[in-house]
């Protein structure tokens, strides 16, 4: 696995006699998580100028839109009190699904209610005037890792974000595959077992039921129930503190529960990789979000199924972006939309 992950390029302290308006563009990106909405002020290379983090308000579109403009007066205040070129596009970036045609929310997850129906790009150009780019997290991260992280100089590019659930996106010669109706790159929901687990989207064995932070929770209950599982892992349920944060601490000081629930994890990675490789056949595949963080423990197993399947395997290796790769991909997809000076 590659180094630890890296930071987008740091807010930067602007000079307004350095700018040259025709110089650089400008972009503020938006990402919308179910706890925090992330945004950013960021150039066409993934520089980030400024950024900042607020709460999310649930409770409908409106209510997080409302979020939305705090999010934009904010860092549009302090574009002014630079002398920076005026602000180009804007970009956003959530859970769900959009469609591509005219920017609606075509599947929202339950993390975000009233999402789901919500025109959400023409809300924004209306709003601020802007070309205005919409898309899920996935692919946005994909976009800014792919731009300034890991993936650059990447012909065919997989970015999997391991999390919650597992999301991710593609790139083939520097441009986002997004699909007709945003369907592309929902690797979380390919189906490696049609009789597998129920899924949230109304399916069954879909690949983020079997690698994500809740399925590496579900299997060491799984062998807490069954009377296979370790002292220190039922200790970590009796106190509420089974996390796959814990689960994975756990198995590096060499609990055997743990480490067998993580090594089960990583086969079925392996599993869900055969069909993205045989798909689409990508030079670099990048890991991202909290599982990644077990490096080689998960990834060990993922190999080793791939092996046992006889499947070419590209170089898989950590992303280098950290929380913030959504709103930088989010700029920087607004930023596509303009043309250059």
Known sequence: MVARPRRPRQPQQLRPQARDRTQRRVAIGVDIGATNTKAVL?????????????????????????????????????????????????????????????????FATGALPGWLGTPVRDMLTHRYGLPSWVDNDGN??????WTCGAGQGSDIFVGLTLGTGLGGGVLIGGRLVQGVRGNAGEFGHLTIDEQGRPCSCGGRGCWERYVSSVALVEAVEDAIREGRATRPMEELRATATLTARSIGQAARQGDTCALSAIAELGRWLGVGLRNVINVLDPDLVTLAGGLAELDNLLVAPALDELARQRVPVPRIARARLDIWAGAVGAALGGLSLVASP
Do not use: C
């Not at 983090?53 to 904010?74: N, Q, Y």
């Not at 946005?140 to 890792?145: G, I, Q, R």
């Open 42 to 106: 960021a150039t066409a290379d993934g520089t980030v100028l400024d950024r900042l983090h607020l709460p999310t308000r649930l409770g409908g579109a409106e209510a997080m839109l409302a979020g939305v403009d705090e999010s934009v007066a904010r860092l549009r205040e302090r574009l002014d009190a630079t002398g920076v070129p005026d602000l180009a596009a804007l970009g956003l970036a959530s859970g769900g699904r959009y469609s591509q045609a005219d920017g609606t929310v075509v």
């Open 140 to 145: 946005a991260a994909a976009l800014a890792e």
